[in-house]
């Protein structure tokens, strides 16, 4: 079956320990997205990407680090200096560039730091 | 700057009523689209439904149906003889007319149905 894997769908971690995040799609999707939800507020895009090898920033990258060498995959590393990481952490991914598609999420990650 | 509202925080029926999710948009884009998505305990957001600004015909899928206003700015989703699995959080969402890259989602809001 096609799809989105996030691994794992809980993660625990001691502060000042960076932590990363897998997303993994076999959707042959070129764009791939991080969102950030917290409690009551909507999903909010920590970085997106449109082919392998190129990211963007989105509205609250700070403290966050991301990869794209590979298509399917799109990890995110929540480093040390993000001053509040405790989360929810969605993968996404649409199906073409330069174009409005819907996003197909992953079953998410929910990280707890401590 | 793109905006979406969902007013409603939190919403109870009771199984088999008729329930309406209300969603309200900003935007200064002439062309743009608009997005439900559900998202059930399990965490997971699947997708409901897109439309963009040049289609406001409402839309039908089983108990789900879609009222898109562009002279008020909303769209709206309605569940008709809710059920019990309906239970979970919707998202609506607003993207403008060149990539998925500036998406904005409304703050959700949490439907409980009850038996």
């Known amino acids: 079956d096609g799809g989105i894997t996030q691994s794992p769908k809980y993660l625990f971690r001691k502060e000042g320990q960076n932590v990363t995040l897998s997303c993994e799609q076999n959707?042959?999707?070129?764009?791939m997205y991080w969102y950030r939800q917290d409690p009551g507020q909507g999903l909010r895009l920590i970085y997106y990407?449109?082919?392998?090898?190129?990211?963007q920033k989105g509205d609250i990258a700070e403290g966050y680090s991301v990869s794209r060498e590979k298509k399917e995959s799109f990890p995110l590393t929540v480093t040390s200096a993000q001053k509040n990481p405790t989360a929810f952490y969605l993968c996404?991914?649409?199906?073409?560039?330069?174009?409005?598609?819907?996003?197909?999420f992953g079953p998410g990650t929910r990280l707890t730091v401590t | 700057a793109q905006k979406v509202t969902q007013a409603q925080t939190e919403i109870s029926v009771v199984e088999k009523e008729d329930v309406t999710l209300d969603c309200v948009y900003e935007t200064r884009d002439t062309t743009y689209y608009l997005f439900w998505y559900k998202q059930p305990p399990s965490g997971e957001l699947v997708f409901l439904i897109r439309?963009?600004?040049?289609?406001?015909q409402n839309e039908i899928s089983g108990r789900y149906s879609w009222n898109f206003q562009k002279s008020t700015s909303s769209f709206n989703f309605t569940i008709t003889a809710s059920q019990v699995v309906d239970s979970a959080v919707y998202f609506c969402?607003?993207?403008?007319?060149?990539?998925?890259?500036?998406?904005?989602f409304g703050a959700g809001t949490r439907l409980t149905v009850k038996p």
């Open positions: 439309r963009n600004s040049f289609d406001e």
């Open positions: 996404a991914s649409s199906t073409r560039l330069g174009s409005i598609h819907e996003q197909y």
């Open positions: 990407s449109q082919i392998v090898n190129d990211f």
């Open positions: 969402a607003l993207s403008g007319s060149y990539n998925n890259n500036d998406m904005r």
């Open positions: 959707l042959n999707h070129d764009a």
